[in-house]
């Protein structure tokens, strides 16, 4: 298991950008894929992104293709989600996750951290 904290969400207005981080604990961090996910109210935690271990391959979800970029810096053991043009209907908690695979599915990951919220203002 690894350790994951999330940083970077705040208030911005629609269009604007965001970084979001996600620092992992663990010496084993360049092994697992990440991803991140969002959950907005009353709704279903829903995939985002993820990335393979060797950042050599990435995944989005449709709705925030072209517009969000995964990255990761194993030497850093951190992820990072870069957003950009965000639009009110991005306003969610984001978590930041790991697992053994690159799978959009929440169940394939077993450690996640605890949320930073990003709110879009219209």
């Known amino acids: 298991q690894v350790q994951l904290v999330e940083s970077g969400g705040g208030l911005v207005q629609t269009g604007g950008s965001v970084r979001l981080s996600c620092a992992a604990s663990?010496?084993?961090?360049?092994?697992?894929?990440m991803g991140w996910f969002r959950q907005a109210p009353r709704k279903e935690r829903e995939f985002v992104a993820a990335i393979h271990w060797s950042a050599g391959s990435t995944r989005y979800a449709d709705s925030v293709k072209g517009r969000f970029t995964i990255s990761r810096d194993n030497a850093k053991n951190t992820v990072y989600l870069q957003m950009n043009s965000l639009k009110p209907e991005d306003t969610a908690v984001y978590y930041c996750?790991?697992?053994?695979?690159?799978?959009?599915?929440?169940?394939?990951?077993?450690?996640w951290g605890q949320g930073t919220q990003v709110t879009v203002s219209s």
């Open positions: 663990g010496r084993t961090f360049s092994s697992y894929a």
């Open positions: 996750a790991a697992g053994p695979y690159l799978v959009t599915a929440s169940s394939g990951y077993g450690s």
